[in-house]
């Protein structure tokens, strides 16, 4: 079992910036990646960004964030960031945090942070 705790959502103005945070703990030797995913209100969760835990570390953006949100890692802190810059309204939506395991591919999911853009 691995538990995600994010941190870091709010209300912003468009083109402001938000640092997201997740934390993860319990089995976080089993973690293989993590991302960030969003809804937004009648939507479908969509990817946002992704990066990988191994000594290889690879990230991939959805083509809504890229040049404007980037995805880092701390593995001491087994914590992952979210950098998002030039922040437009269509950006407001919950953030959760994903992690998956191996083996089997497990997919664990935060509670969500809302984020908010809007003047």
């Known amino acids: 079992q691995v538990q995600l705790v994010e941190s870091g959502g709010g209300l912003v103005q468009p083109g402001g910036s938000l640092r997201l945070s997740c934390a993860a703990s319990?089995?976080?030797?089993?973690?293989?990646?993590m991302g960030w995913y969003r809804q937004a209100p009648g939507k479908q969760r969509e990817l946002v960004a992704t990066i990988t835990m191994t000594s290889v570390r690879s990230t991939n953006y959805a083509d809504s964030g890229k040049g404007r949100f980037t995805i880092s890692r701390d593995n001491a802190k087994n914590t992952v960031y979210l950098q998002m810059n030039s922040l437009k309204p269509e950006d407001t939506a919950v953030y959760y945090c994903?992690?998956?395991?191996?083996?089997?591919?497990?997919?664990?999911w935060g509670q969500g942070t809302q984020v908010t853009v809007s003047s």
């Open positions: 319990g089995s976080i030797f089993r973690i293989y990646r």
């Open positions: 994903n992690t998956i395991t191996l083996p089997g591919g497990n997919n664990y």
